[in-house]
C-alpha cells in the first residue's frame, strides 16, 4: 500500500503543511517535529520522491579536468533518476562560499550535497555548512577526504597510500634513487596522505632521509615548478608529483633549467585525466578510478535520498599506475 502524507502526518501527530515542510527540508519546523515526521517516515517505509530535485556537487577544482570528469560522470549517474546536479565552485577552498551555496540552496529543495575535494579536504575547516545540512536533514558525501568536524558520513578516496607506493616503485625498478616529491600543501588531507605514502614507500627501499625530498607548493602547474627548482638543486632523478597539474609544471621547470624529461629527470603525475596522454611527452600518472568514485557516490546518494542506509566512514580506491614516455631508466651514477 502506498504510503502518503495524511498517513505520515496521522502517525507524527501533525499536520500535513509540516509533513510537507518536513519532505521538502523546508525551514520553519523545529527539531524535535522534524524528528518525529522523519521517525514516522521511517516506520511507515516513506521514501521521498527524486523528481526535479537538485543535488549540488561543491569543489574548487572546476579547472582540473580529474575534478570535471568526476563532476559529469555523477550527473550522468543521477539523471536517470530524476536528480540534477549543480556545480558550485568554491575556488582556493573558499568556506563561505560553500556556506554560501548550501544556504541558498537548502531551501530549494535540493536533495544532497556531494562536497568533491572541497573543504572535506582541509585540516580545521569550517564545519557551517555541514552543521546546517544535518539540521536540515540533506544527506552529504564527499571524495577524497573525511569531514573535519569528525561527523561519520559515507566518503569515497583513492588510496593515496597506494598511488604513493606505485609511483615511487615504478622509478625504483628503474633505476632512481634520488626521488623527489613535488606535493600540495600542508592540512590537505590528500597531499598529506601522499606524502606519508611517499615517505613510506622510500623507507621500504632503504632510504631513510626521505624527508628532505618533499617539496610543497600548491597544485598548480607554477606550484610544480617551483617545487621541482630545490629538487634538481638536491640532485633528484625523478619527481613524484601529487597531481598531473603539478607534474606538467615540473616538466617545464626541468626544461627551463636545461635538463630533458626523461632523459636527464623522469616525471610521474597524479589523476590521470585524458589529456596526459597527448601532453609533451605524454605522461606517466597514476590514475584516480574516476568512474568507479563517480558510480558509489550516485549509488550512495539515491539511498540517502530515498532514508536508505549506506555505510558511513571512508572507502578506498585502487589507483592504476599508466606507464607512457615522461620515466626512463635513470642516468649513469642516478
Not at 571524495?143 to 573535519?148: I, L, M, P, R, T
Request: glycine letters at 10%; aromatic letters at 6%; one cysteine or more.
Amino acid at each position: 500500500m502506498r504510503v502518503g502524507i495524511t498517513d505520515i502526518a496521522a502517525r507524527a501527530q501533525v499536520s500535513e503543511a509540516t509533513v510537507s515542510r518536513v519532505i521538502n527540508r523546508r525551514q520553519g519546523v523545529s527539531r524535535k517535529t522534524r524528528d518525529a515526521v522523519e521517525q514516522a517516515m521511517a516506520e511507515l517505509g516513506y521514501e521521498r520522491t527524486t523528481q526535479g530535485r537538485l543535488v549540488a556537487v561543491v569543489t574548487d577544482h572546476v579547472s582540473n579536468p580529474f575534478f570535471a570528469d568526476v563532476a559529469e560522470r555523477i550527473e550522468s549517474a543521477l539523471a536517470p533518476h530524476g536528480l540534477k546536479t549543480v556545480l558550485c565552485p568554491a575556488f582556493a577552498g573558499g568556506v563561505e562560499q560553500e556556506y554560501d551555496f548550501v544556504s541558498s540552496l537548502v531551501d530549494k529543495g535540493i536533495a544532497a550535497v556531494v562536497f568533491l575535494s572541497a573543504s572535506n579536504t582541509v585540516e580545521g575547516a569550517d564545519t557551517e555548512a555541514y552543521e546546517l545540512l544535518r539540521q536540515r536533514r540533506v544527506p552529504y558525501v564527499g571524495v577524497n577526504g573525511e569531514f573535519a568536524d569528525g561527523v561519520a558520513v559515507p566518503v569515497f578516496s583513492t588510496d593515496d597510500l597506494l598511488a604513493a607506493e606505485l609511483a615511487v616503485d615504478h622509478l625504483y625498478r628503474l633505476g632512481h634513487r634520488r626521488i623527489g616529491m613535488a606535493s600540495g600543501p600542508a592540512g590537505n588531507r590528500p597531499a598529506d596522505r601522499r606524502v606519508q605514502g611517499f615517505l613510506a614507500a622510500m623507507s621500504r627501499r632503504g632510504i631513510e632521509d626521505a624527508e628532505r625530498w618533499v617539496i610543497r607548493q600548491s597544485y598548480t602547474v607554477e606550484g610544480g615548478q617551483a617545487a621541482v627548482a630545490p629538487l634538481l638543486e638536491l640532485g633528484a632523478t625523478a619527481v613524484v608529483a601529487a597531481s598531473d597539474w603539478m607534474a606538467l609544471g615540473a616538466i617545464r621547470g626541468i626544461r627551463r633549467h636545461g635538463r630533458s624529461v626523461p632523459q636527464d629527470v623522469s616525471v610521474v603525475g597524479y589523476d590521470g585525466t585524458a589529456v596526459t596522454e597527448f601532453t609533451d611527452p605524454p605522461l606517466t600518472t597514476v590514475r584516480q578510478p574516476a568512474d568507479r568514485l563517480a558510480l558509489e557516490v550516485g549509488r550512495s546518494v539515491l539511498a540517502l535520498v530515498g532514508n536508505r542506509d549506506v555505510p558511513a566512514g571512508e572507502l578506498l580506491f585502487d589507483p592504476e599506475l599508466v606507464v607512457r614516455a615522461s620515466t626512463a631508466p635513470a642516468p649513469a651514477g642516478g
